[in-house]
């Protein structure tokens, strides 16, 4: 089992910054890949950033590419998410979420799809206003 909890989230103002944070604990954190998903209201949950085991590959959705930085560190069992440039668009709840593949690496699309993820936080909220 692995639990994640995030944290971070708050009211910004378009152009501004936040940092998300997600604390895993339970399964070993460096075996799994972590992604951060949001869904903002009415809308289905989407794909915004993933990191495989070892953080050699990252992956982005176009729309937050050179806006969001996803970055691991092992040692304290936490992902990031650092959001530049934050636009009311990115209003949402974001949550953090893990795969239960130990070791793998999987491809752009594989991380795409919530349906790959096998435990989830229960969320941060997100809130840019214009």
């Known amino acids: 089992q692995v639990q994640l909890v995030e944290s971070g989230g708050g009211l910004v103002q378009a152009g501004g910054s936040l940092r998300l944070s997600c604390a895993a604990s339970?399964?070993?954190?460096?075996?799994?890949?972590v992604a951060w998903l949001r869904q903002a209201p009415g809308k289905e949950r989407e794909f915004v950033a993933a990191?495989?085991?070892?953080?050699?590959?990252?992956y982005y959705a176009d729309s937050m590419k050179g806006r969001f930085t996803i970055s691991r560190d092992n040692a304290k069992n936490t992902v990031y998410l650092q959001m530049n440039s934050l636009k009311s668009e990115d209003t949402a709840v974001y949550y953090c979420?893990?795969?239960?593949?130990?070791?793998?690496?999987?491809?752009?699309?594989?991380?795409?799809?919530?349906?790959?993820?096998?435990?989830w936080g229960q969320g941060t909220q997100v809130t840019v206003s214009s």
């Open positions: 339970g399964r070993t954190f460096s075996t799994y890949a």
């Open positions: 990191i495989t085991y070892n953080g050699l590959s990252k």
């Open positions: 979420a893990a795969d239960a593949r130990a070791w793998y690496s999987g491809s752009r699309t594989y991380y795409y799809s919530p349906t790959t993820y096998d435990y």
